[in-house]
């Protein structure tokens, strides 16, 4: 039995009349029991015209028991003064013509013989008949699993063609204008989305084709149906005229008509300029919509560790110039094959706590780093198989080696960016001297304290970086003497520090640097990254 009350048999009449389908006839009723929606649209049809015929047999009921009533009366007082005649003959109620002919209006709102059920819906164009039921779970629920996701919940997402928002609004004046002649106030946020009704019917249907896999409204796994229909552009094109602001060509989208862009329009536009340029009702469509591919979609995976660099021809990430690879590997690339391959994933995005250049070494606990994961097909792994996969990666290359490797949160990624200009790193460099040296000739390095440098954007950065002169910190140094015309110097800075250029001046660019301080000209030979001093992510004992 269906949750509808009499205020909506003038609704009903009148959008079945229109053309529209059992399930949007409930949405414009405002039903919310999600069961009356999921009972097959035939059933539901057939109550809806049992409704209807209800409300015309009483009408007829009532009509006959007034004449009848009538009639009798007359009869009565006729006895008292004239002899007894035959009685009036019934059949004369069944002619035609005897009793009044029902308006054109009344005639379009009886449900006639016409099949409503071959007819393609003049709101949802069969999205909420044909196109949601169990033959399209099963196809829904088979490219799922066609996938191999590994999920626990799902959540159904519905993407649906501009015009629907169109015909749909355009029904809406259709109604208003009976509910106003009855004086029944409704408010059109009150009809129910198709979306809503598509998801109320196809949820549970979907999780059983899945085994019983719960169908929720937030889920890291997203199941996406969409639906396109060719005369989209036709049916919203009146409104690229009447409210031109509200569709602008983009890039990325085939066209104009957004759904987003649609509803604005449709909020801009007034009743009796909408009825000017299309019709109340909405015409009755040639085709119904077209399902598309369905789409299977995982939210990311983050995982994090740290790495050391061991050698000093390997860039962090892939060298290219001008479209030519000048490095055969990276470090992201080492890092990232076998992590993609195990959490099967589409794509994924590297970051780290700093870079080091291509010729540079990380030493010590190593550099934190942190992936996205995009779209992984497998979510989970167990700390057994994460300590597995950091095995793996460091028997992959003697190059790179990976520790604390773990699967961390979104927010947790934050902590690595966390102060990126407070903390600190601490450095070592093989300095070259052009003037000889001696023991005593350094020392005077270890001394320094805080000093401040004002480096200005280095030449061989400034193809990427704004031109600006930064202010950066040498918190601590140390010297120690190998010859007449080399050292190492252990440095620990703020981040961000340009070690080369404070230790060769880049031309001047970087005050003071160490060519200054020691009064001759210095370069750097080697350079190792030691520590990188950020206590993330959480270490994991051997």
Not at 56 to 65: F, L, P, T
Not at 237 to 243: D, E, M, N, P, V
Not at 376 to 393: A, F, N, Y
């Amino acid at each position: 039995m269906l949750p509808l009350k009499e205020k909506d048999k003038p609704i009903v009449q009148k959008l079945l009349a229109a053309g529209c389908c059992a399930r949007c006839i409930l949405r414009f009723c405002c039903v919310s029991v999600q069961a009356a929606y999921r009972q097959p649209q035939q059933d539901t049809l057939k109550e809806l015209r049992a409704f209807i015929s209800n409300t015309e047999n009483s009408k007829s009921q009532d009509s006959g028991a007034a004449e009848s009533t009538e009639g009798n009366n007359k009869s009565h007082d006729a006895a008292e003064s004239e002899p007894p005649e035959d009685p009036p003959s019934k059949r004369a109620k069944l002619e035609p013509g005897v009793t009044g002919a029902p308006s054109e209006e009344d005639a379009a709102a009886v449900v006639t013989l016409r099949d409503e059920e071959s007819c393609v819906c003049v709101v949802c164009l069969g999205i909420l008949q044909e196109l949601c039921g169990p033959t399209e779970a099963v196809k829904t629920a088979e490219t799922v699993k066609a996938e191999k996701y590994e999920f626990d919940t799902l959540v159904l997402s519905v993407s649906l063609p501009a015009q629907l928002c169109v015909r749909e609004h355009s029904c809406w004046l259709h109604v208003k204008k009976e509910l106003r002649e009855k004086s029944l106030a409704v408010d059109k946020d009150d009809v129910i989305q198709v979306k809503e009704a598509y998801k109320w019917i196809m949820q549970g249907l979907v999780a059983k084709e899945l085994g019983g896999v719960a169908v929720v409204t937030r889920s890291l796994f997203e199941v996406g149906v969409e639906f396109t229909h060719p005369d989209t552009d036709a049916d919203c094109h009146f409104l690229a005229s009447t409210c031109p602001d509200c569709f602008k060509p983009t890039k990325n989208k085939q066209s104009v008509f957004t759904r987003m862009a649609v509803v604005k329009a449709l909020e801009k536009i007034a009743d009796a300029k909408f009825l000017k340029h299309y019709p109340c009702p909405p015409a009755r469509p040639t085709s119904s919509c077209i399902p598309q591919d369905v789409q299977c979609l995982h939210m990311s995976v983050f995982v994090a560790g740290r790495y050391n660099k061991f050698c000093r021809s390997l860039p962090q990430t892939p060298w290219l110039i001008d479209g030519e690879r000048r490095m055969e590997s990276s470090v992201e690339e080492l890092i990232a094959a076998p992590i993609l391959s195990s959490f099967r994933a589409s794509g994924f995005n590297f970051s780290s706590s700093g870079r080091e250049d291509v010729d540079v070494r990380t030493l010590g606990n190593g550099r934190p780093f942190a992936m996205e994961l995009l779209n992984p097909h497998r979510s989970r792994l167990s700390k057994v198989e994460m300590k597995q996969l950091q095995e793996t990666i460091n028997k992959s290359s003697d190059k790179i080696r990976v520790r604390d490797l773990q699967i961390v949160t979104r927010e947790a990624m934050s902590r690595m960016k966390e102060g990126e200009e407070e903390k600190t790193k601490s450095y070592t460099a093989l300095v070259w001297t052009q003037k000889p040296i001696q023991r005593e000739d350094i020392a005077f390095i270890d001394d320094i304290k805080d000093l401040t440098l004002d480096q200005k954007t280095p030449l061989r950065v400034l193809h990427r970086r704004a031109l600006a002169v930064r202010q950066r910190v040498i918190h601590s140094m140390n010297a120690r003497f190998l010859d007449s015309h080399h050292f190492y110097l252990g440095l620990k800075t703020q981040a961000g520090t340009y070690i080369k250029e404070f230790v060769h001046g880049d031309f001047g660019r970087t005050k003071p640097n160490l060519c200054q301080l020691l009064k001759t000209d210095t370069d750097i030979l080697e350079l190792d990254v030691e520590s990188v001093d950020v206590d993330w992510p959480p270490s994991i004992p051997e």
